[in-house]
């Protein structure tokens, strides 16, 4: 009997460490800049697009950053999310369009709301690489300091917002004071 | 006839891949061939996380494109290979490169096949001495 027990112990540890690869989710890399200040950005916004803005516009509130692109798919759908969160919701969002055209965000606006509080445009995608960004949309939470908590990768919807980000906002707002 | 399609299918292959080899060069100008060399070492080992199982050299995904562009610029300023590596794996992490280090991380990784070898050896060893003493065993039995 104890003949059987190494073999069926082996098969029994390969099945467990590929089940656990099962869960893995390799599509969605963890950031680096969790716990670190966002990297130092002059960016012209929608509101002022000749002057340069910086990240000061993060200070002082828990805000949502969300890195999208008129040219992505799943944005489109995100977009309806964030429009309802930016209307129910006391938060302040900042939106940064990744390698767009200004034109193609202003129409887009135009078109579907624009929920953003600050919208960064990044049209040479180099903030983007600073941040890590590797597939749009992207969404990161940066506490009152500045400095990068939480990062979203793929498309914001209902259930994601009010599980996980909605309650860790509300968590760093509860440190901040 | 059937050898002569196969023939012909490997031949548009190979083609293809010379098409796509020559390509990859020609885009990118560089001062010395050193730079070229290392361009392509980079390129090879560095991890297009859009499509996570290619290299940046092999893809052509919007941010492959962009980060070929990068090591271009950065190599024509006169960085280092290891300089331009820690510049992505401080944004991108640790997964952007496909030759890891060793570090606290990957200690498994990279000792795993020695332990694994040197579990067999023992299985096979006691294999072995079981074998030689059940042998012994019934010699000295009959």
């Known amino acids: ?177 | 006839m059937k050898h002569l399609l196969t023939s012909l299918f490997i031949s548009l292959l190979l083609v293809t891949a010379g098409i796509q080899a020559a390509d990859m060069t020609g885009r990118y100008q560089f001062d010395n061939p050193q730079q070229a060399k290392d361009f392509d070492v980079l390129t090879r080992e560095l991890r297009c996380l859009v499509c996570q199982n290619q290299s940046i050299a092999e893809s052509n995904a919007p941010l492959a494109v962009d980060l070929k562009h990068l090591v271009h610029q950065k190599l024509q300023e006169g960085q280092s290979k290891e300089t331009i590596i820690n510049f992505l794996k401080e944004r991108y992490g640790d997964f952007v490169h496909y030759n890891p280090g060793l570090q606290k991380n990957t200690w498994l990784l990279w000792f795993a096949p020695i332990l694994l070898m040197l579990a067999s050896l023992l299985f096979i060893a006691r294999v072995i001495v079981n074998a030689s003493q059940k042998a012994t065993d019934s010699v000295t039995e009959s």
């Not at chain 1, 302040?92 to 055209?101: E, I, P, S, T, W």
């Not at chain 1, 040479?124 to 690489?129: A, D, E, L, S």
Request: hydrophobic share 40%; glycine share 8%; proline share 6%.
């Open chain 1, 1 to 177: 009997m104890t003949k059987y027990l190494v073999p069926v112990g082996f098969f029994a540890a390969m099945m467990g460490l590929l089940w656990y690869g099962l869960s893995l989710k390799p599509s969605e890399l963890p950031s680096t800049k969790i716990g670190k200040d966002l990297p130092a950005m002059a960016l012209p916004t929608l509101a002022s697009p000749q002057s340069l803005t910086t990240e000061k516009v993060f200070e002082g509130k828990v805000s949502l950053f969300n890195i999208w692109a008129t040219w992505c798919l799943s944005c489109r759908k995100e977009h309806k999310s964030l429009e309802d969160i930016s209307h129910q919701y006391s938060i302040n969002m900042v939106g940064l369009a990744y390698q767009d055209k200004v034109e193609d965000v202003k129409h887009w606006l135009k078109e579907q709301g624009n929920p953003y509080d600050t919208l960064f445009f990044d049209v040479n995608g180099r903030y983007g690489m600073e941040l890590g960004v590797y597939g749009t949309p992207e969404t990161f939470i940066v506490d009152h300091k500045g400095r990068v908590r939480y990062k979203h990768v793929g498309p914001i919807d209902m259930t994601v917002w009010q599980e996980t980000l909605w309650p860790f906002i509300q968590e760093l707002e509860r440190e901040a004071v």
